[in-house]
């Protein structure tokens, strides 16, 4: 396993523990959430925990969720989460995140709202001084809408790119049956307001910028893992 495997899968133990018996938890998406869905389940196996139900955050999230026996439930049966472990492509100093390289962002960010606690999880590559620098914002789009959101998008001073699919013809599609555009602002000095704008493009679902919702994140290093806290 190499480094950066190993130290997703600390990180992933550590978020575990937060986990409790009798628990519905928000199962993130990503090679780093899998970790956790993998120790989940081997809690579950063991006896360690009982009585958990997981929200997948993705069709995939689901599928490993099924794999490591962890029992599904929807947000409609269960609108409140009591925690939500999830990965991030970049992770602040605030515990402010980019996320979305998935392209699961829009449940990953609906998950997160309904979460007493979101705990994000990741190798150290992943913590920045500043969100934006060398990572694109991925903002999840209408197809209908494409034409005149790349535009509206190129106004606010960013280079949009279509995200393509992987093994398939033309743009990736969401979970939801959306595209996907990669944004590149650079450094995103004001989240906040850079949120507001994104969100005023009619045809713009949902953006990759996470601030305010992590108390907590596990951050795998070489030999330990590193607690953040904030909110
Ligand atoms: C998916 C995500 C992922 O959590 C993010 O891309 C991190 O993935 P990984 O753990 O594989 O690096 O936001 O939409």
């Known amino acids: 396993m190499s480094w950066v495997d190993d130290a997703k899968r600390r990180a992933a133990e550590a978020a575990a523990d937060h986990v409790v018996?009798?628990?519905v938890i928000g199962l993130g998406s990503g090679s780093?959430?899998?970790h956790f869905i993998k120790i989940i389940g081997d809690r579950l196996s063991s006896g360690a925990l009982d009585d958990i139900l997981g929200v997948p955050t993705s069709h995939q999230t689901a599928e490993e969720a099924l794999k490591a026996a962890i029992?599904?439930?929807?947000?409609d049966e269960h609108p409140e989460l009591d925690v939500t472990v999830d990965g991030a492509d970049q992770v602040d100093g605030s515990l402010n995140a980019i996320k979305g390289g998935g392209g699961a962002l829009l449940r990953e960010k609906v998950v997160a709202s309904a979460s007493k606690s979101y705990i994000l999880i990741a190798d150290g590559r992943k913590l920045?001084?500043?969100l934006g620098d060398c990572q694109v914002l991925p903002l999840e789009v209408l197809p209908f809408s494409l034409g005149v959101v790349?535009?509206?998008?190129?106004?606010?001073g960013c280079k949009p790119r279509l995200r393509m699919g992987d093994g398939k013809l033309g743009p990736a599609v969401t979970d939801n049956g959306n595209f996907i555009v990669d944004a590149d602002f650079g450094y995103i000095e004001k989240p906040k307001v850079l949120e507001a704008d994104l969100k005023a493009i009619p045809g713009v679902l949902e953006t990759g910028l996470f601030f305010g919702y992590a108390d907590v994140a596990y951050i795998g290093l070489e030999g330990e893992v590193k607690k953040m806290e904030g909110r």
């Open 21 to 23: 018996s009798g628990s």
């Open 128 to 130: 920045t001084e500043r």
């Open 71 to 75: 029992p599904l439930t929807t947000l």
């Open 150 to 156: 790349l535009r509206r998008l190129e106004g606010l």
């Open 32 to 34: 780093t959430a899998a």
